[in-house]
């Protein structure tokens, strides 16, 4: 059987990130252009993984065995390896053996990210290892030019490509807004976990209630420490969620370790103008957006801005099927 497009991850469902929405949306536009595609994830190994609090880690050596095999009998025209965990790791090792060429992305500033979680590592020891995972690569992709400039600032002499991300804009609408609802909060979506920089948005001076919709690893200990300052609902989805971004007054992004936050744009697509730091400010600007160091002010500043604006921002640069163009120009024959 021959398979046109092999992408490989290491995080996969029944996990939640902006990673797995995104190849989500890209193996289901693949399809609709009747292009043959599979996902290949830790869980098609059964027995060949642990399963950890966040994602599936690959640890058996008859991992790679396998995983020649299926890349051997599916033939693809094109791989590419979507991130840089063991699996990833296999991929490459295993493309360089055979002489095939293949296109990496970059989805997370884990050099950061890992030293906002363990305080000692060195990010530039991280960055060597990044370096060295997609040095091979024929391209590398990346979500906006602000992170191409980074990773050139970091070293990497790669070839670089964007990949942008898309919305639900007939989820996410402004359709959902219930003018008789009466209590202005300010509202974060994700996970909750130390690298959001959540604590930001749960300290910040501002009026307006504060709400967090989502589940992680720092959620109890957060609900107990700011339990007179924030409503913690835990994860929702579809529609509930969509009423949710269309009747924030402010949605806030206090991240500084994240290269794009799909939830900026589901939140622009509803409707609701976004208060974001400098460090993950790349795909929002002038009126839909207040853009600021403190995240008090940039809450304060946001909540003025002209909702009329916002969606119209997302329906030129942000869907699923830009998004999916872009991947398959960014693709490079095996």
């Not at 290892?129 to 997609?134: D, E, I, V």
């Not at 300290?203 to 690893?217: C, I």
């Not at 940039?298 to 119209?312: F, G």
Request: charged share 20%.
């Amino acid at each position: 059987m021959s398979i046109e497009v092999v992408i490989i991850t290491d995080g996969w469902e029944p996990y939640f990130s902006g990673v797995i929405t995104t190849l989500k949306h890209t193996s289901a536009y693949l399809t609709g252009q009747n292009v043959s595609n599979l996902i290949v994830h830790p869980r098609l190994f059964p027995g060949s993984f642990i399963s950890l609090k966040e994602f599936d880690f690959v640890y058996r050596p008859s991992t790679k065995r396998l995983l020649e095999q299926m890349l051997g009998d599916y033939d693809p025209a094109f791989i590419h390896i979507s991130t840089e965990g063991p699996l990833g790791v296999l991929a490459r090792n295993i493309c360089l053996a055979r002489g095939w060429k293949f296109t990496t992305a970059y989805h997370t500033k884990f050099p950061e990210y890992l030293h906002q979680r363990i305080p000692f590592m060195n990010s530039e020891r991280a960055y060597k290892y990044f370096r060295w995972f997609h040095k091979p690569s024929a391209r590398v992709m990346v979500a906006t030019h602000s992170l191409g400039q980074l990773l050139r600032y970091n070293e990497f002499d790669n070839q670089f490509g964007i990949w942008t991300r898309g919305v639900d804009t007939d989820l996410f609408h402004p359709k959902w807004r219930d003018p008789t609802f009466s209590e202005p909060y300010a509202l974060y979506v994700g996970r909750v976990a130390t690298e959001k920089n959540i604590e930001e948005f749960l300290e910040a001076k501002t009026s307006l209630t504060k709400v967090v919709v989502g589940d992680g690893p720092i959620r109890p200990a957060l609900q107990r420490k700011y339990k007179r300052d924030a409503v913690f609902l835990g994860k929702k989805s579809g529609e509930e969620l969509a009423k949710f971004y269309a009747n924030a007054d402010v949605f806030c992004f206090p991240s500084t370790t994240d290269t794009f936050g799909l939830v900026q744009i589901e939140s622009l697509s509803s409707g609701t103008p976004v208060a974001v730091k400098p460090e993950s400010a790349s795909i929002v600007w002038g009126d839909v957006a207040a853009i600021r160091e403190n995240m008090s002010h940039a809450i304060n500043s946001a909540r003025y801005l002209d909702r009329s604006k916002c969606r119209p921002f997302v329906l030129e640069r942000y869907t699923w099927d830009i998004a999916g163009y872009q991947f398959c120009d960014n693709l490079v024959p095996k």
